[in-house]
């Protein structure tokens, strides 16, 4: 069962395009996390947001928590096609914080 | 090692067989975590470790599913009597500790039943 659910669940956009991604839950999340993964590798962690509110920017990449830590948004600015891959948020529950994942969006940059 | 490392990458298993999937956390690492990845979906968990303890194997789907740690750090998932369902990418992922959330995940067991 996923608690987190992702949107859109595929995008493919030309470079140079801006794009939004969105991961909602009706559950409080400790913390949430944004991983990338490419085909036939593990996913790779690219932020952490920790904090209601918080926002955070790798390069072109701006990652939001939303204020009551139930949802997140991942923005990319002129993506490339080094951007392609599936992303997928995960919150952090429980005493073990085991990763709970989101649904997943497949991003396809087309150069 | 640099990573998370599991074995095989690949695995075909016949309908009923036995399998078992290694995990080499990264050394120091408290946390383990075992995760079932279908095809084009988000990781699904399965079990995790702190230390050599299970602490919580409530995503595990069956009991054909069994794992272990016994020294705490290598870490054998097996799934006995495989059946086609079974077929999945299966990740291991290690932790600092349980507190310290950031997890790292290896490449990963892809796993086909037929």
């Known amino acids: 069962t996923q608690l987190l659910e992702q949107s859109p669940q595929f995008l493919s956009i030309q470079e140079g395009e801006n794009l939004t991604v969105y991961c909602n839950s009706s559950s409080v999340f400790s913390s949430l996390q944004w991983y990338r993964q490419e085909p036939g590798e593990g996913p790779v962690l690219l932020v952490t947001v920790v904090t209601g509110g918080e926002v955070k920017k790798l390069k072109r990449l701006t990652f939001q928590f939303g204020d009551a830590r139930k949802d997140s948004s991942l923005h990319i600015t002129a993506a490339q096609p080094g951007d392609t891959g599936l992303y997928l948020c995960a919150g952090a529950r429980g005493a073990t914080n085991k990763l709970i994942f989101g649904t997943g969006t497949l991003l396809a940059v087309q150069p | 090692g640099a990573g998370v490392s599991q074995s095989p990458r690949y695995k075909v298993a016949k309908r009923g067989q036995d399998v078992a999937l290694r995990c080499d956390p990264i050394s120091g690492h408290v946390s383990l975590f075992w995760y079932q990845q279908a095809l084009g979906q988000g990781p699904e968990f399965l079990t995790y470790?702190?230390?050599?303890?299970?602490?919580?194997k409530s995503g595990l789907p069956s009991d054909r599913f069994f794992a272990e740690r016994p020294e705490g750090s290598v870490s054998t998932l097996k799934i006995q009597r495989t059946q086609q369902e079974d077929s999945a990418v299966y990740l291991c992922?290690?932790?600092?500790?349980?507190?310290?959330?950031?997890?790292?995940f290896g490449q990963g067991t892809r796993l086909t039943v037929v």
């Open positions: 992922a290690s932790s600092l500790s349980r507190l310290r959330g950031e997890a790292f």
């Open positions: 470790f702190q230390n050599e303890a299970q602490l919580d």
